[in-house]
């Protein structure tokens, strides 16, 4: 917010009548902690991310474990089951469905199935798969 110029009002209505940055950071500031980031995957590559949110305070490294199966290491930050929740944009369009799961507090996996035999595979290439990760305290 910047304003050019004076602001006149009388001194009773002032607080009334103009925001200031700080009331519209305590409007704007969320409960939680948030990484939001997309994944893509090349054959039977370990699944690349492009971060578009962090303010968590930690990292995180993808791996492939297995086939359609990945983990999300963390560091800097501790996740607890009760206070951590994922979401997914749904996969990779109507071929696959990616699920994330809580492991521990320095992990979440991610299983990729396959819609129309709900086996794990590896097909996140091609359409980005978006997912949100929100730390409450």
Do not use: C, H
Not at 49 to 69: C, M, P, Q
Not at 78 to 87: E, M, Q, R, Y
Not at 121 to 127: C, E, I, P, Y
Request: glycine share 8%.
């Amino acid at each position: 917010l910047q304003v050019a110029g004076t602001i006149s009002a009388s001194p009773a209505t002032t607080a009334n009548q103009v925001v200031v940055k700080s009331q519209l950071d305590a409007v704007a500031a969320r409960p939680y902690k948030a990484i939001v980031f997309s994944m893509t995957q090349t054959g039977t590559s370990t699944p690349t991310f492009n971060i578009y949110e962090n303010n968590s305070g930690g990292t995180f490294s993808l791996l492939r474990n297995a086939v359609g199966i990945s983990t999300a290491t963390f560091s800097g930050i501790s996740l607890s089951w009760s206070k951590t929740v994922i979401f997914v944009n749904g996969g990779n369009g109507p071929n696959s469905i990616l699920k994330a799961t809580y492991v521990n507090s320095t992990t979440i996996q991610f299983n990729n199935y396959a819609f129309n035999t709900a086996n794990l595979v590896d097909v996140l290439s091609g359409n980005e798969t978006f997912v949100e990760i929100r730390i409450y305290p």
